[in-house]
């Protein structure tokens, strides 16, 4: 009986009886390849020091383009250095214009393309003069131009002086696209009204 015993024994069979008698000894199995997936993880169980560097999840870890705003808790972001400040945004300056008539001029104007649909905050400023040797009253009419056209703001500048005009406006939703332009324009309705000095500046803001 020892003897058969003996010619039917191999490696292959005291190793599988080895691990039976590992198995029956401390209820525990051992694998060589354990695959771990998500559904065998409790949630929020995991911590730094369970990942493989120990340093949590770095950029290296996360597929490119892969995280959304929702994935970010936007309270805990610092200020980008290489952003710009308030958004997407343009600028323009001119010595201003010279209307002859009630008709209205465009003094200065500024272009800003749009990536995605926003609403375009715009801020500018223009000073309004008499012509010299202009007696008494004199006045005119500005307002903004371009894309987005409003209702017309009385000036009348000082005798003697200058007077400085500030306009802000607040643009609906405007589609994604290129070349909007944005501009103030203005008019001499009476006794030599002229414009120098304008600016503006046009920044897209949130569409909502």
């Known amino acids: ?44 169980s995991l911590v730094s020091a369970d990942l493989k560097n120990g340093l949590g999840v770095v950029g290296a870890d996360v597929a490119n383009h892969s995280l959304t705003g929702a994935d970010i808790r936007e309270g805990t972001l610092g200020q980008v250095p290489t952003a710009t400040l308030g958004g997407l945004g343009r600028s323009a300056a001119d010595s201003g214009c010279d209307p002859t008539t009630s008709a209205f001029v465009r003094c200065v104007e500024v272009a800003l393309d749009l990536p995605s649909p926003a609403r375009v905050l715009l801020n500018a400023r223009i000073t309004a003069t008499k012509s010299q040797g202009t007696v008494g009253n004199a006045f005119g009419q500005c307002r903004w131009g371009g894309v987005v056209e409003s209702g017309s703001l009385l000036v009348v500048p000082p005798s003697p002086g200058d007077g400085d005009i500030s306009l802000v406006g607040l643009t609906g939703v405007l589609p994604a696209g290129q070349g909007f332009t944005f501009a103030v324009e203005c008019s001499d309705d009476y006794n030599n009204v002229s414009y120098r000095d304008a600016w503006i500046t046009a920044v897209a803001i949130s569409p909502s």
């Open 1 to 44: 009986m020892l003897g058969r015993l003996r010619k039917r024994l191999t490696y292959a069979n005291v190793v599988s009886t080895f691990t039976l008698f590992i198995v029956l000894g401390t209820g525990t199995a051992y694998a060589t390849h354990l695959v771990v997936r998500s559904s065998d993880v409790v949630n929020g």
